[in-house]
């Protein structure tokens, strides 16, 4: 078993610090994404979509997308638990991890996609889209403020998956400028020292 | 409990259909999405970003995020199973879920965003983003027709919740002129005639 990795991409930090908290240590394979060998065929034949990390099984099946490798070591180890104990908790950690991906993550990475040189010629870019989710990024990480006013962690009283997920996403921020403040996010800030003081949060 | 609603929209479908392939039946309450009811205050207290469908369970907590909730029954009454079994399979799933939501329906419910009348003043709208958008859908609706030439379902042998996912995805496809072709996707046009025959496709 191995992880196809990228150190300096968001993605598959989220699975590196999952394995970190589960106490999980796997054989990490470096793809170059600078070189962009996830867009060519033998990376391809790996994962058409060409999206890193992706987990080779011992039986040489491949699990590619974050949250599916996630979801794998944690039927597998399922201790400690980071995507909810029962029913009810599965249902809500994953209704805020998606928030934390698609309201907050997401915006942040097509910000990126669609203005950076690292992506020109690569994929279409839109400028304008770009502007469309730098604001909705904004907006979100106002409403993420208040949310954090009322309970330590983002899926409630727990550390979960839904925290790395913003934790990584968050981070990511910093490449397109888009960061929470410390005087305007008081309760991001307050989040944010503490999901990074953690020791997983340096996988 | 209950589940929040818009019958025409194409994320309840999602859970409607789960939950008909599981023997669920639990009430329905309609939103009124035309007239924007989602996105004013009584139903932001239920949900802050506005989307449907919503689980309310009976200690008056709710659920939102289509999969989340999928996620919940899944946990609650797992048979018949929809989201993998063992381990590798619940990675397996995921990851052909995710491709088939965030590949192909998400690329098709953007260009529906960023064009249609709709949406006009609802939220900011991108047409330069809807283009790049169709593209990538058809280029995707290609990969899938490949994909589908050597198994029957979207995960591979059994019919799981990425094939609704995809089902509901391509069915939307039509408002705005994507469709999968009988010529040039044959392989689609048999798994979705295939799916498409099930009693729970009318949920």
Avoid at 71 to 82: K, M, S, T, V
Avoid at 114 to 135: L, M, V, Y
Avoid at 141 to 165: C, K, R, S
């Amino acid at each position: 078993m191995k992880l196809y990795d990228a150190s300096r991409a968001p993605s598959p930090r989220v699975v590196r610090v999952f394995l970190a908290e589960k106490g999980i240590d796997i054989p990490l394979e470096q793809v170059d994404i600078v070189n962009a060998d996830n867009r060519k065929p033998p990376f391809l034949k790996i994962n058409p979509m060409g999206t890193i990390p992706v987990l080779e099984l011992d039986d040489g099946r491949h699990i590619a997308e974050t949250i599916a490798i996630c979801r794998y070591f944690e039927a597998q180890q399922p201790d400690p638990p980071l995507m909810g104990r029962d029913a009810r908790e599965q249902g809500l950690v994953e209704m805020w991890r998606r928030r934390m991906e698609l309201e907050v993550a997401m915006p942040i990475a097509q910000v990126f996609r669609n203005t950076s040189d690292f992506f020109k010629g690569r994929i279409p870019q839109s400028p304008e889209w770009a502007e469309i989710c730098h604001g909705h990024a904004t907006k979100r990480l106002e409403w993420l403020d208040n949310v954090l006013a009322g309970q330590p962690y983002i899926a409630g009283e727990h550390y979960t998956i839904a925290d790395i997920q913003a934790m990584v996403g968050i981070d990511f921020g910093r490449v397109v400028d888009i960061r929470p403040d410390a005087d305007a996010h008081p309760n991001i800030k307050r989040w944010h020292d503490s999901v990074s003081s953690r020791p997983s949060a340096k996988a």
